[in-house]
């Protein structure tokens, strides 16, 4: 059976993408690091599997078995709840491939349903679901502590606002407090550029620094309105891959930014089968 895949990126977070609509994949944790690995692998931040939630035995309750599956893994192999701008990337997969029916449906994720909007111009609109902030804490980088604003967006993030954001060594992981997160974490730092406006970096959790994060975004962007006492707003964030814009409201948040594809083609079986 050849084995597929797909290979792109929303503002250069990058994914391969592998469609498996029956689950037929034996998608190990070393086969996904195999993948992801820039030197003998594709390269990328993560792995989105494209399966039908009915494939999935792990899939989350709730969600129509006919619905598309998002089952995303981090560079490291760990499974992750959710990847906003993995999602953009997959429902762009979704309506290319004319896997979907109009430019709105919902995606599946371990964080629960995800509607998405599929744009003209290439743009993709995800329903991000609520912001829950979690209560303070901090991380320590090269030696200095920043404190944050702990942010929930169906996975665990620490946002940190700061004007450091430009010269931060981010090549190893920040300290950070594993009994307030002891599944890890994913560590937003903010710059403030305006009332509404952001630059943000990320390490990501089980990956590192990346040139993005979608759900970091909106941390971010939680993180940016909180320190001026607002709970709701529209923020742009600038991450070192491009551009996004963040809405947050009262009941959820949105997150809109582009989605790219850059390759496609199918992997070698003998490599596949020998990465266990």
């Known amino acids: 059976m050849a084995i597929e ?26 086969r996904v690091r195999a993948l992801c690995d820039r030197g003998r692998g594709l390269g990328a931040d993560g792995v989105l599997r494209v399966i039908r939630t009915k494939a999935l035995p792990d899939a989350p309750e709730g969600i129509d078995g006919d619905v ?15 990847c ?33 909007t599929v744009h003209p111009d290439g743009q993709v609109t995800v329903d991000m679901g609520p912001v829950r902030r979690t209560g303070r804490s ?33 090549t190893t992981q920040p300290d950070f407090d594993r009994a307030v997160f002891p599944n890890g974490v994913n560590l937003e730092f903010v710059q403030p550029l305006g009332a509404d406006e952001v630059r943000m970096r990320v390490h990501e959790r089980g990956v590192g620094e990346t040139r993005s994060c979608g759900t970091g975004t909106v941390a971010a ?22 551009t996004v814009t963040v809405e947050i409201t009262e009941t959820g948040s949105t997150l809109t930014g582009p989605a790219a594809f850059v390759a496609q083609g199918e992997l070698d079986q003998a490599w596949w089968d020998a990465q266990v």
């Open 5 to 30: 895949f797909r290979k792109g990126h929303g503002t250069e977070n990058d994914f391969v993408l592998l469609p498996d609509p029956d689950g037929d994949l034996d998608l190990t944790g070393a």
């Open 68 to 82: 598309w599956f998002m089952d995303y893994r981090n560079a490291d192999g760990s499974l992750a709840e959710m």
């Open 84 to 116: 906003g701008n993995g999602v953009r990337v997959f429902a762009r997969h979704l309506s290319d491939q004319g896997l979907v029916d109009g430019p709105v449906f919902p995606v599946g994720t371990r964080a629960g349903l995800r509607p998405a």
């Open 138 to 170: 901090e991380t320590t980088v090269t030696g200095r502590t920043y404190p944050g604003l702990g942010i929930d967006v169906g996975n665990p993030h620490l946002a940190c606002v700061t004007d450091d954001v430009p010269t931060l060594d981010l």
């Open 221 to 242: 962007a939680a993180a940016a309105l909180a320190a001026q006492d607002r709970t709701t707003g529209t923020v742009t964030v600038h991450v070192p891959g491009g």
